[in-house]
């Protein structure tokens, strides 16, 4: 991923190796084709020992394959965060079938020592789903879900959003509040890490819904031959997997709150050789009443409605729905 991970305005690539485990490419301000290669953990984690508000980094497990990353502000401090996807085992493990491989995702709160950027592990072994329920791959090891980040409920601070491979999509409400600017510096509770350790940014898995969670079941279809077959992938070719799908988040109705929008996979298994087809869903952030957000999936049966047409566009074979203001109006647009 590509990131600033010193703060000295040049950007940097973290990245993972077969043998040295995962380091940075440190990029240069003067030049664009020198990196100083250094370890990750080494150089840029503190140590429990170090600071006793963070927790002790695993530095052997890797990189999970597909993988989300992010490096955004998640407690509300100014200094961006990285928030990397992580497995258990081995490369041989991973080649093994038999073997239980669990993911987790990470966040390191950037935290300045000596004017230096240092990263303090704050959510460790962060789980999404239950290892046990996959649609298909190895038992016990389901997938780590692709993250998104938006302001869903406009607090001030980023939220998580995904969907699982069994088709419910969950937003989890950052549990930390925006600190607010000081009357000297914008950026109020800079360095301090007394609340990493104790407060966890995210709700914990096994998640209960109302308590910071929102949940939206996108699998349920009325038609019992029709079964669920998971989020569907961008630009599969034949014969070969395409790109892990994912939902993809813009205000699309210009109201403020960030919406949502995943295309998803179904098969009728009516014949004897099943088909199978796609659903595109549009859920719109709407005033769920005190105070609460809620969302509304637009129906295609809605004849009059702009987001109705796009899903009725989508038909039954999109691969990829995307957004890109493509004319410039201000308006996000819709690529199908
Ligand atoms: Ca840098
Ligand atoms: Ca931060
Ligand atoms: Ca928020
Ligand atoms: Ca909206």
Redesign the pocket.
């Known amino acids: 991923m590509a990131l600033d991970i010193d703060g000295d305005q040049a950007m940097d690539l973290l990245f993972q190796t077969s043998s040295d485990g995962i380091q940075v490419a440190l990029g240069s301000r003067t030049s664009f084709d020198s990196f100083a290669v250094k370890d990750f953990f080494s150089n840029y984690v503190q140590t429990d020992s170090q600071n006793s508000n963070c927790k002790s980094p695993n530095t052997s497990d890797i990189i999970s394959i597909p993988n989300s990353n992010a490096f955004v ?3 509300g ?1 100014c ?3 990285l928030l990397l996807t992580r497995q258990t085992g081995s490369p041989a493990d991973l080649a093994d079938a038999t073997k239980t491989v669990n993911t987790y995702y990470e966040i390191y ?2 935290v300045m020592v000596g004017g230096k950027s240092t990263y303090c592990l704050a959510s460790q072994d962060g789980q999404l789903v239950d290892p046990a329920v996959t649609l298909g791959g190895r038992a016990g090891s389901a997938a780590m879900p692709i993250i998104e980040f938006a302001d869903f409920n406009r607090d001030g601070l980023l939220d998580m959003a995904f969907a699982t491979e069994m088709g419910v999509l969950n937003i989890l409400y950052n549990n930390y509040s925006a600190p607010g600017p000081k009357a000297t510096n914008l950026c109020n509770d800079i360095n301090n890490t007394s609340d990493l350790k104790s407060k966890p940014i995210f709700p914990t898995y096994p998640f209960t819904v109302g308590e910071n969670v929102v949940q939206e079941g996108l699998n349920t279809r009325s038609d019992k031959n029709i079964v669920f077959n998971g989020i569907a992938d961008s630009m599969p070719r034949a014969g070969q997997p395409g790109v892990p799908g994912r939902l993809r988040v813009a205000d699309i109705d210009q109201d403020g709150f960030a919406d949502l929008v995943m295309t998803l996979n179904f098969k009728n298994d009516t014949t004897t050789t099943p088909t199978t087809f796609t659903r595109t869903v549009i859920l719109l952030n709407q005033d769920g009443g005190n105070g609460q957000r809620s969302l509304a999936q637009v129906k295609s049966s809605d004849e009059q409605s702009y987001f109705a047409k796009i899903i009725q566009t989508a038909g039954d074979s999109a691969e990829l729905l995307a957004f890109m203001d493509i004319d410039e109006d201000g308006k996000v647009d819709f690529i199908v």
Do not use: K
Request: zero cysteines; hydrophobic letters at 20%.
């Open positions: 502000d998640l407690n401090d200094l961006p965060d709160s950037q």
